[in-house]
């Protein structure tokens, strides 16, 4: 039998019990971060019958909270909520999951809550994102390998990205703003990158030297 569904007649005790059961497993299961509250609608101010894994420093007998206040003023129109923040009165955060306990009619009697305390996670989340920023102003990229021919590569690619080009390049026009794109990265700075990036294009040695001069000279006279 589903207890939380609205269409069953609800043994109110035996849901009880079996709810404190579950409790323990997950308060246990989440430890020490976790607390799992079972409220009694039938006396609000004294809703709290049963708590495990207690982190909120509430204790049974305690009254209801704010939200189950109004969802139980709500009657059948009372609805779950599932992964929200709460507040501590301390000032520190959860998140919450409340599923309503509900008679045949719909109308909630009850409610079963699972409480994770997260601030430890935000200090990691927090200090793990200090310590993998970078400096989003920076303008410079860097491949750390000591493979000339994979950072050659890895150069060629990301002139083929700035000039928005793919292989094979079919214009001249193109081919020589990538050659100049490479030659401003120091690719030619390397004996090796002529027959490197030849083999890539799949052009020859001369073709590549000769655009590698046709880009300089445009270059110094854009200059």
């Known amino acids: 039998m589903n207890i939380f569904d609205p269409g069953n007649v609800i043994d109110k005790e035996a849901t009880f019990a079996l709810l404190k059961r579950m ?3 997950i308060a246990k299961l989440f430890a020490p971060h976790c607390e799992v509250v079972i409220h009694d609608f039938s006396d609000l101010e004294c809703s709290i019958i049963h708590i495990e894994g207690n982190i909120s420093g509430r204790k049974v007998g305690g009254g209801a909270t704010d939200l189950l206040l109004m969802q139980a003023r709500n009657g059948d129109a009372v609805r ?3 992964n929200y923040q709460t507040c501590l009165p301390n000032g520190k955060t959860m998140k919450s999951c409340t599923m309503f306990l509900r008679e045949g009619s719909g109308v909630a009697y009850g409610a079963f809550c699972i409480n994770l305390d997260i601030n430890s996670f935000a200090d990691i989340h927090r200090i793990l994102g200090d310590f993998l920023a970078v400096d ?3 303008e410079v990229s860097e491949t750390l390998s000591d493979d000339i021919q994979r950072t050659i590569h890895s150069i060629l690619r990301e002139a083929l990205n700035e000039i928005g080009a793919e292989l094979p390049i079919i214009s001249k026009d193109h081919k020589i703003d990538l050659i100049a794109r490479l030659d401003e990265k120091g690719a030619f700075q390397v004996k090796r990158a002529v027959p490197l990036i030849a083999e890539e294009l799949g052009l020859s040695r001369s073709t590549i030297y000769n ?8 270059s110094g006279a854009d200059a």
Do not use: I, W
């Open 23 to 25: 409790s323990v497993g």
């Open 80 to 82: 779950d909520f599932h």
């Open 136 to 138: 989003a102003g920076a």
């Open 211 to 218: 655009y590698l001069a046709e880009a300089r000279e445009r």
